[in-house]
């Protein structure tokens, strides 16, 4: 687990996030983006940014903003069953990069480290995800 620190746009001000970092050998994962949705990502989908939605599941398009560079192989991806683990926690990031997956809660603190406590079921929800991701994936690209 990496806890992550990033300016601000305020001088001498620091936020710290905790994030899992998954990397994985075999086929790569598309690029993709994906975070809880607020008011100013649905104005920018008015106007044309991207948003991947699934009409089959409004709660996981209204919750999430999911963006990436192959549309077709997130939604290939994003099998039922991974849509409906997003549903049921709002509030993750997921991010991908080829072999590399991140997975953080979203946060609009300065401060969002897990606390020890919950290192153990973030821990889980993290391998969760990354199984989830990487047990279809094979299918995704062979189709």
């Known amino acids: 687990m990496l806890t992550a620190t990033a300016a601000l746009f305020l001088p001498g001000c620091s936020r710290y996030q905790s994030v899992l970092c998954f990397q994985f050998e075999g086929a790569k994962l598309p690029c993709f983006l994906l975070q809880p949705q607020n008011i100013w990502d649905k104005i920018g ?3 044309g940014y991207q948003d991947i939605n699934f009409d089959d599941y409004p709660d996981f398009s209204d919750y999430y903003l999911l963006r990436g560079t192959d549309e077709t192989l997130i939604r290939r991806l994003f099998t039922n069953e991974v849509i409906q683990f997003y549903e049921k926690r709002p509030g993750l990031n997921t991010e991908s990069a080829g072999n590399t997956l991140l997975y953080y809660p979203h946060s609009y603190t300065i401060d969002h480290r897990i606390a020890p406590p919950l290192i153990h079921p973030f821990m889980e929800n993290g391998f969760r995800v990354l199984s989830l991701f990487t047990r ?7 189709k």
């Open 45 to 47: 989908a008015y106007f």
């Open 136 to 142: 279809p994936y094979q299918k995704a690209y062979q």
